[in-house]
């Protein structure tokens, strides 16, 4: 005789991020390994299949599951559903999963459309239903809903994290709520109970190009040869290309450059940080302003991202006048006219041109925080000697950084055209890690 | 190694010693033994020997290596060959034409590490594939046709032969033949994949003396009683994966018997006939007892309830499975002796659809859901004209059996659809 088997509460319904409603699914799919799984795509699958598998009967009379995933935006497919959830046998048990992120969340009323709304009204009215909802997709528009996020994952394994540290491991990963639950998990066995910037680089799974190369950066900033050569051997057979190493070694001089050139007017080390991280941002009196926090000026700095509005700024404000500039927006109406067919590829190009006329940021505040400690410890302290005035290291130090970014330029060159790239990178790294100034 | 066999033996000896080498499980491994396991082996002394096997089968084929075979042994040896490049250069080279094999051996072997590309370290050689020289082919016919090729070898030494003496307990003596007949009867309702591997085997069970073979998809269960020669040895039950079994009767010489035989230690099946040797996998242990017992289904009482013409019964359930291939509601009418047969589908693209043919007799009103492609599925492996439906007390499945036959019977299982529900 087969044992009794407790079943989960039916139909159930999962909506909002991908990889959280998941990660349910694996777990309830480990809870009860002793019934039949049917998975079915409400999208593909006829009805009628569905509606045969979740009634027929068996012959060893195991209890079955139904995931009914990737539901399409179709009325006969909703109400199909729910009477379905309402026929079915007490043996038979739903789960429905909107995999294609149909039910949405609106992120201005936080309510869902009236299609939806009704759909989980119905499923609710049985009172065996139990609805799940995972929460949209953590965007870049709304960065403190993705830190909240972290800091309540490392606060559920106790554990500690400042805003800063959590925005880098958002930077790092992604803002995929599954990836950030996963990778998150990991660390937290092996973290201290404050989680640090340092480690988070360290042990954090980069899930894009520019993010992983935040681990080269790091590197450079420790001043040990060999690990930024092990790192970069690592990089090259992991399938990164040479050049995009050496472009990221070339920022690095240029950071060292500005912050040397920061050191040289005076100012103090956290200073330092402060100007490099307002380093290319527009407009400038907004950036600069001590009487503003950062995310105040940054929320003010939002509306003059578009070219246009940059021009009409410095115009206005700055008194420029118009003609002094060739913002190609005339262009842009002209390619449009042309080609009419091809509007995204216009506009993407636009993008990409736009972008290359900004000014060189830094791609997140961590960066600056390392780069001015650099300065400050390895290279500017490093070379205290007795009877030697500050000021002399410093001009030292402000020769050497101009000295390391043309010989990082010419090297760039070097892997661009020679044969040799692995050597190249090698040097580079030999140059931007030799901290020792020639003072006497 | 050097010889020269016939085409035909050749071939004849590739497609049943090559089959694990050339079976997706091989072909699609990527490993770092890939190049071993997708090569046969190939033995000459005495006996002409091609072996090769996976984990899931291991085939060995050998014959006498004598001139009335068609095989003449100039120098004896072994080597690994690629198997589906080899049975593909044979296969071309024509029914006619003599084969001629020369092994060459290279002086010193080369050491092929898969590990490098990944930079992973082989300082024991434990991943290495020895390389010991190539195969060298050349064919001619009696039309002056002639080609030449050759092939990588592989150290014979890194294949460990499977010890077929290992058999076990023996369980029962077949005709090939007949059990080509008795697969082919039952396999349609086994599953392609079963991620619980009891639903894509086939499953051997005794009741009363008798030998079943048996397969169900848990909605419906096909079985039927296989001939076997002389008795059952061993009454236990053995559950054996659907497509092994299939590749075992189509490599087996359909003349001769095989002897079947389970080694409980090893969890294999050993099947042997003269000539051949075949190991295959079994299903777990566990899961011979998850396979539903057939004496459940023998020993319920079912009814005759229509004798129909498979022609007519095909027609109605064709036109049903227009509106809805998987669940209609039957209808058995006893004055009228009608059966009918109404379709409806929720997919909102067709109308219901009713259609009706007059069954030779009909015993009892009877009102029922039941899959229309279960019942359409079977009716193909029905070869008379008449088919026999039978019914239990509490109508909750279905029994067809065929006059002409009476070792088959297939049973569905009735699909208490809500959709047809006061209809």
């Known amino acids: 005789m087969s044992k009794e088997i407790t079943l989960p509460s039916s139909p159930i319904l999962i909506f909002g991020d991908y990889y959280l409603s998941k990660n349910y699914i694996i777990a309830v799919k480990k809870k009860y390994t002793e019934v039949r799984w049917l998975t079915f795509d409400a999208s593909v699958e006829s009805v009628d299949r569905i509606r045969m598998e979740a009634e027929a009967l068996t012959f060893d009379s195991k209890p079955k599951i139904l995931i009914i995933e990737n539901l399409p935006n179709r009325k006969q497919i909703r109400e199909f559903l729910i009477n379905l959830s309402q026929t079915c046998s007490s043996n038979t048990k739903i789960i429905i999963w909107d995999s294609s992120n149909k039910i949405k969340v609106d992120p201005k009323t ?133 050049n995009e190493l050496a472009v990221v070694m070339l920022r690095q001089s ?105 000014a060189e940021i830094l791609p997140h505040p961590f960066v600056a925080e390392l780069t001015a400690k650099f300065v400050e410890e390895k290279i500017i302290n490093a070379n205290k000697q007795e009877g030697i005035e500050d000021s002399k290291i410093i001009n030292k130090a402000f020769d050497r950084s101009i000295a390391v970014y043309l010989f990082i330029t010419n090297k760039l060159a070097s892997i661009r055209y020679g044969k040799n790239p692995m050597q190249d990178l090698q040097e580079m790294a030999k140059v931007l890690t030799n901290t020792k100034l020639d003072i006497l | 190694m050097k010889l020269t066999i016939k085409q035909d033996v050749l071939m004849g000896a590739l497609k049943i010693g090559a089959v694990p080498a050339i079976s997706d499980t091989a072909q699609l491994d990527t490993s770092n033994l890939s190049l071993i396991i997708q090569s046969v082996k190939i033995t ?71 590990m490098d590309d990944l930079g992973v370290s082989n300082d024991n050689n434990r991943f290495s594939i020895k390389k010991i020289g190539s195969m060298r082919f050349a064919s001619k016919d009696t039309t002056k046709t002639s080609g030449k090729w050759e092939l990588d070898c592989y150290d014979p030494e890194q294949v460990k032969s499977v010890n077929f003496s290992k058999k076990g307990n023996k369980h029962f003596d077949i005709k090939a033949e007949d059990l080509v007949k008795s697969i082919n009867k039952v396999l349609f309702v086994s599953l392609d994949k079963d991620v619980d591997h009891v639903l894509d085997h086939i499953s051997i069970q005794t009741y009363n003396d008798q030998l079943y073979l048996a397969t169900t998809d848990t909605k419906r269960c096909a079985i039927f009683k296989v001939p076997i020669m002389g008795d059952i040895v061993n009454t236990d039950s053995l559950l054996i994966p659907a497509k092994l079994l299939e590749s075992v009767s189509k490599i087996s010489i359909k003349e001769n018997t095989l ?60 036109s049903a499975s ?102």
């Not at chain 1, 992604?174 to 360290?202: H, Q, W, Y």
């Open chain 1, 110 to 242: 936080k309510t869902l459309n009236k299609t939806w709304s009704d759909f989980l009204k119905t499923i609710k009215k049985n009172p065996d239903s139990k609805i799940i909802n995972n929460g949209d997709k953590l965007s870049n528009k709304n960065p403190s809903d993705s830190i909240a996020f972290v800091t309540k994952i490392f606060k559920k394994f106790n554990k500690k994290i400042n805003n800063d540290v959590a925005k880098l491991v958002v930077y790092l990963i992604g803002n995929d709520r599954g990836f950030l639950l996963s990778d998150i998990e990991k660390m937290c066995l092996i973290c201290p109970e404050l989680v640090t910037a340092d480690f988070i680089i360290e042990h954090a799974y980069p899930s894009s190009k520019e993010s992983s190369l935040l681990k080269l950066s790091q590197a450079l900033n420790t001043g040990e040869y060999e690990n930024v050569v092990f790192i970069i051997e690592k990089f090259i057979k992991s399938g990164f290309n040479a």
């Open chain 1, 254 to 358: 240029r950071w060292q450059m500005a912050a040397i050139y920061f050191k040289w007017r005076g100012y103090s080390l956290s200073d330092i940080t402060d100007k490099l991280i307002r380093m290319g941002k527009f407009p400038a009196y907004l950036w600069h302003n001590p009487n503003n926090s950062y995310e105040a000026k940054k929320h003010q700095a939002e509306e003059y991202k578009d070219p246009e509005k940059m021009l009409e700024y410095l115009v206005r404000k700055n008194g420029i006048p118009r003609h002094y500039f060739k913002l190609n927006i005339s262009k842009k109406t002209k390619t449009k006219r042309k080609k009419k067919s091809n509007k995204n590829d216009i506009v993407e190009k636009q993008k990409k041109e736009n972008k290359k006329q900004k």
């Open chain 2, 44 to 114: 000459v002394g005495k006996k002409f020997i091609v072996e090769s096997n996976t984990n899931l089968m291991a085939v060995k084929y050998s014959i006498d290596a004598t001139p009335e075979n068609g095989i003449d042994v100039k120098k004896e040896g072994s080597a690994l060959i690629p198997a589906k490049e080899f049975l593909d250069w044979v296969k071309i080279q024509g029914n006619e034409s003599t084969i001629g094999m020369d092994l060459n051996i290279l002086s010193t072997p080369e050491i092929i590490n898969p």
């Open chain 2, 259 to 318: 002897g079947i035989y389970y080694n409980n230690e090893l969890g294999r099946i050993f099947i042997q006939q003269p000539n051949i040797d075949i190991r295959i996998a079994s299903g777990e242990k566990d899961n011979i007892a998850k396979f539903p017992g057939i004496e459940m289904l023998f020993q319920k009482p079912y009814k005759e309830l229509s004798n129909i013409s498979k022609n007519a019964f095909n027609k109605i359930l064709i």
């Open chain 2, 322 to 423: 227009l509106v809805n291939n998987l669940v209609a509601l039957f209808t058995f009418n006893k004055e009228k002796s009608i059966i009918d047969i109404k379709a409806i589908s929720e997919e909102g693209r067709y109308k219901p659809s009713v259609s009706k043919a007059e069954a030779k007799t009909i015993n009892e009103d009877v009102k029922g859901i039941w899959g229309v492609s279960h019942l359409t599925e079977v009716l193909k492996h029905i070869k008379g004209n008449t088919v026999l439906l039978h019914i239990p007390d509490n109508k909750k499945s279905i029994k067809i059996t065929e006059p002409e036959d009476d070792n088959f019977q297939y049973f569905a299982l009735s699909i208490p659809s809500s959709v047809y529900q006061n209809k």
